[in-house]
T-cell receptor, first 114, second 111 residues
Framework: DAGVIQSPRHEVTEMGQEVTLRCKPI?????LFWYRQTMMRGLELLIY????????DSGMPEDRFSAKMPNASFSTLKIQPSEPRDSAVYFC????????????FGPGTRLTVT | DQQVKQNSPSLSVQEGRISILNCDYT??????FLWYKKYPAEGPTFLIS?????DKNEDGRFTVFLNKSAKHLSLHIVPSQPGDSAVYFC??????????FGAGTRLTVKP
């Protein structure tokens, strides 16, 4: 079975532009998580979904960030407008929450905003 | 707020010796703890976990210890191998969903 798939792997954009990160969770997993990794703060939970429903978005830094999960196999994290301080690695993870605490992470998207 | 803290950003040990990575947490509601390992350009991968009802869990060279009264857990790797060189994240969860991670500790095992 394929793991969590994220695209793009790298994104370089200019300040003010819209950025959309994509994630395909592992088939059969019903929970999906978006994380941001920075040198200063490590791995921060931004938002998570259970059965496609957003449960906790308290980690989303600002209104410039939004996330959607239109179906069980796809989620997006959008930043509009992007700023240089948004530069980080963004990870998506999924889990079968009824069975295990273990989350499976994608390879991440490295975002650079210039 | 940093509910999970890894106060050592880096650790260097000699091959064959023991590596001890530490983690502290503040939320007494956490009921499950995990360690993840991360190589460069890859996502974190699950390593070992422990429930709050236990104080020790062992899996091969890896052992996790939990001290609930001190709100402290540690990961022991023995013997350490060069392939263990990676960033290790401590994580804690209290409702099987909302997981909080520490900032990570970079372990370097020297041959």
């Amino acid at each position: 079975d394929a793991g969590v798939i994220q695209s793009p792997r790298h994104e370089v954009t200019e300040m003010g532009q819209e950025v959309t990160l994509r994630c395909k969770p592992i088939s059969g997993h019903n929970s999906l998580f978006w994380y941001r990794q920075t040198m200063m703060r490590g791995l921060e939970l931004l938002i998570y979904f259970n059965n496609n429903v957003p449960i906790d978005d308290s980690g989303m830094p600002e209104d410039r960030f939004s996330a959607k999960m239109p179906n069980a196999s796809f989620s997006t994290l959008k930043i509009q407008p992007s700023e240089p301080r948004d530069s980080a690695v963004y990870f998506c993870a999924s889990s079968r929450s009824s069975e295990s605490y273990e989350q499976y992470f994608g390879p991440g998207t490295r975002l650079t905003v210039t | 707020d940093q509910q999970v803290k890894q106060n050592s950003p880096s650790l260097s040990v000699q091959e064959g010796r023991i590596s001890i990575l530490n983690c502290d947490y503040t939320n007494s509601m956490f009921d499950y703890f995990l360690w993840y390992k991360k190589y460069p350009a890859e996502g974190p991968t699950f390593l070992i976990s422990i429930s709050s009802i236990k104080d020790k869990n062992e899996d091969g060279r890896f052992t996790v210890f939990l001290n609930k009264s001190a709100k402290h857990l540690s990961l022991h790797i023995v013997p350490s191998q060069p392939g263990d060189s990676a960033v290790y994240f401590c994580a804690a969860s209290y409702n099987n969903n909302d997981m909080r991670f520490g900032a990570g500790t970079r372990l370097t095992v020297k041959p």
